[in-house]
């Protein structure tokens, strides 16, 4: 890459490298959107491909994972404690996986042809599940609906544990690159598209539960009187029409080339402090950066300098020799490079609080449903699965997500002057406390369950309704948490990174997931000894399941105190860029976040 110091001390003052290189003339992401919008390609209608996309697919995952633990101890004969870890261990596999597609999307494949590939292997998995339940694993026919045991061989296991995690691989890996690139077909300069690029996220996550929808009351039904193939079939024929409709697109979707490897980046930033750990860092306008418009980092927009890590400012700094000689990027790196660094150290302690809520999010698909199976789930003579309660999380997201866009949006910006109404920051901290009330409402539900139990049975006369406050709780967590969460993250990434960005939210629910699993086990660890069962035993009567709700619930309560210091220390990513001043909002701002 030339570059072209000057000698003169003179131009010490403002470091600029001129724009001689090939990869100095890239085209910015900006600049590529602006052209892309005169040829009439992005926008919301091709966007709107992907939101049905999102919804199809959502519907074939979550026929396979709502029901999982009711799978794994009805068909392939785990015990409660063993399912509800394996499935916590599963969806957190799926949502780790978002970063692998994140990094392959931000480095080199980019955001069209992730997707493309990953929803290949969601829809091979697919295929395998449905195979495999159908050759070797319900047997006899009819088996798996809870009174009728089955028998499955040890090669239809090995397939079908195969098949979920190629679906883990596949789902998990095209999440984030999917919603980084709906926000994509977005013109940033545009007022409207930029204004419609922030509901975008909002409308991501309406059609997440829209598609899970069917599943956890349609689907669940069917997979719950024994019909499993027919449910994993369902779920693979919308995959494969949400992979045609994704396809549907191509012609006129806005693309962005990837921007070169995040992490070799981040790692010339920490070689070069440390090669120069002992040289005082420069005043800000004496930092190294390329001249124009463009940063060094092809197709990312420059970053504005701050004040923060200041030690990492030591990357930058120029020193006599190196401003004779040709520039080595694991020696000198820019300015933006310098603040990309910077922008991950700050998102990551905000992150991390999220983490707590995921393992409160995770008990909906495991603890939620091993509690309503034990309840008076019957309706006349009607049995209501017990996963299909989880239709009323979903609709107090979709109720929720309607009455924030419409109402609390407009009002909250009205009395804030904020135009988002609340700010990512309000909103996760928001979720996190409904959360905590949800955990709440979860042991108070299973304090009466265990008043009401039948002597000599595993069940209690408590109506499995009385799961619906729960439910709803964390619904309307969700649509404040995560919606917030895909808006910050992806908000505050720079460009190179987005959909890095974007995955952490999904990390989150990574962690969550084996961090609930580890708790489980420790609390059984603890708690069960002696003549004492534990909290989650294989009879839940004779447990105290009530306890480890409350358990969370006090985490989550010790967990806001954290995320409220980390919203306070919070700083915005500053962009050169005139159209970006949405994101940038004031220091007090941010310190009124929570």
Known sequence: MATSFSANSSNIATNKVTEGDSSYREESAMERS??????????????????????????????????????????????????????????????MFSLIGAFLSDSYWGRYLTCTVFQLVFVLGLALSSLSSWRFLINPAGCGDGNTPCKPSSIGDDIFYLSIYLVAFGYGGHQPTLATFGADQYDEKNPKERSAKVA??????????????????????YEDTGKWTMGFLVSLVSAVIAFLAFLLGTPRYRYVKPCGNPVVRVAQVFSAVVRKWKVAPAKAEELFEVEGSQSAIKGSRKIRH???????????????????????????????????AKCVLRMLPVWLCTIIYSVVFTQMASLFVEQGDVMNSYIGSFHLPAASMSAFDICSVLVCTGIYRQILVPLAGKLSGNPKGLSELQRMGIGLIIGMFAMVASGATEIARLRRIIHGQKTSSLSIFWQIPQ???????????????????????????????????????????????MLVNMVMIITARGQNKGWIPENLNTGHMDRFFFLLAGLAAFDFVLYLLCAKWYKNINVEDGDMEEQEHDDDDVNSKV
Do not use: H
């Open 200 to 221: 975008f996220f909002c409308y991501f996550y309406f059609a997440l539960n829209v598609g899970s929808l069917f599943s956890n009351t349609v689907l669940v039904y």
């Open 34 to 95: 602006s052209r892309a919008d005169e040829k009439k390609i992005g926008g919301a209608k091709v966007a709107s491909l992907l939101l049905v996309n999102q919804a199809l697919a959502t519907l074939a995952f979550f026929g396979v994972g709502v029901n999982l633990v009711l799978f794994l101890t009805r068909v392939l004969g785990q015990d409660n404690v063993s399912a509800a870890n394996n499935v916590s261990k599963w969806i957190g596999t799926v949502y």
């Open 306 to 340: 701050t004040d923060d890590f200041e030690f990492m400012d030591k990357a930058a700094t120029i020193k006599d020799s190196e401003e004779q000689s040709s520039k080595n990027p694991w020696r000198l790196c820019t300015v933006t490079q310098v603040e990309e």
């Open 471 to 517: 439910y709803v709780l964390v619904g309307a967590s969700e649509v404040f948490m995560y919606v917030g969460q895909l808006e910050f993250f992806n908000g505050q990434a720079p460009d190179g990174i987005k959909s890095f960005g974007s995955s952490l939210c999904m990390a989150s629910i990574s962690l969550g997931n084996y961090v609930s699993s």
